[in-house]
């Protein structure tokens, strides 16, 4: 690198929020002979692949362990200060596999960074955490529901 080659701050800022605001993981800008890449790193547990099967006498007891949504997500706004927001497009789970607890119930107390949910976006599982401490009064979606960028998750307060 030369030194007469200058990066401008504000465009940097901006890049690295966009990161901050969508899925993305790399962005990459290059201008004639200026090269700017930022790179997020994501943490992803392992999980196993939710599997949509029928029904069994033995899988009732868990299925009825999934709290049933307190709210449509279409009644909270998404600026609700205790709203968790989803971070991406994708597919919402409750539980880390279809017949266990979920992570979170309704009156549940969490702390900040403890796992809330998945969303699973083209085949990778990405933690949903607390973005602070405080106990959960609303679940907002269904475990296999697709949710939208932005749109209320939960409330926790």
Not at 79 to 107: C, K, Q, R, W
Not at 131 to 150: D, H, K, N, Q, Y
């Amino acid at each position: 690198m030369t030194k007469d080659l200058q990066f401008d701050p504000a465009t940097i800022r901006e890049l690295a929020q966009i990161l901050r605001e969508s899925d993305l993981t790399e962005i990459e800008l290059v201008d004639n002979d200026m090269r700017v890449k930022l790179v997020r790193q994501v943490t992803v547990a392992a999980m196993a692949m939710p599997v949509a099967a029928a029904p069994s006498p033995s899988a009732a007891p868990a299925a009825a362990a999934v709290p049933a949504p307190a709210a449509p997500a279409a009644e909270v706004d998404a600026d609700h200060p205790g709203a968790v927001n989803s971070p991406m497009v994708g597919v919402a789970y409750l539980s880390p596999e279809p017949t266990s607890a979920p992570f979170v119930t309704i009156g549940s107390k969490v702390a900040q960074g403890q796992t809330l949910m998945l969303i699973e976006a083209m085949k990778t599982y990405n933690q949903i955490k607390a973005p602070r401490a405080g106990t959960v009064t609303r679940i907002l979606v269904e475990s296999g529901m697709p949710v939208e960028f932005g749109e209320p998750l939960m409330i926790v307060e």
